[in-house]
């Protein structure tokens, strides 16, 4: 093949390969309140990816109320997909395991390839008597995770 022809190929497969990583982009934040009975419960294990890290607020309330901002998004996708109008409620719940005197939240943080729902913004109020510790999940863990 000659240069001028060479030089149409190339144009060619790069027009064929930017149409079709056309994809359909979104990012969606979205925010909930979530309130637990903190009950005889002496410590609070906070599970969770938190790239932008967790505000724990000690109160005179017997409850705990977990106030979190989430994101959920897609980039770089090469399908054709509907982007939805919110996040819905149970992802943006943490799951709730209570044992003996501790209360453990865990985060549906996940990642997907070209898709992820990641917390934002997360604030965290617990009675003054109770104890906190903060488990951060490792960002490679994120990939495929799915929390039930």
């Known amino acids: 093949m000659d240069e001028l022809h060479m030089n149409k190929f190339y144009f060619i497969l790069l027009l064929l390969l930017s149409a079709s990583c056309s994809g359909q982009d979104?990012?969606?934040?979205?925010?909930?309140t979530q309130k637990l009975e903190a009950k005889?419960?002496?410590?609070?294990i906070i599970e969770c990816y938190c790239d932008n890290g967790v505000t724990v607020k000690k109160t005179d309330d017997t409850l705990v109320i977990i106030k979190v901002k989430g994101n959920l998004s897609s980039l770089g996708y090469h399908g054709k997909q509907t982007a939805p109008k919110k996040i819905d409620t149970e992802t943006l719940e943490f799951k709730v395991v209570e044992t003996n005197d501790t209360l453990t939240?865990?985060?549906k943080e996940w990642t997907q390839m070209h898709h992820r729902y990641l917390i934002k913004d997360l604030h965290i109020s617990i009675p003054k008597h109770?104890?906190?510790?903060?488990?951060k999940i490792v960002g490679v863990n994120l990939e495929g995770r799915k929390i039930e």
């Not at 979104?26 to 909930?32: A, G, L, P, T």
């Not at 109770?130 to 488990?135: Q, S, T």
């Open 26 to 32: 979104f990012s969606i934040n979205d925010f909930i």
């Open 40 to 44: 005889n419960k002496k410590l609070l």
């Open 105 to 107: 939240i865990i985060s």
């Open 130 to 135: 109770m104890k906190y510790e903060v488990k």
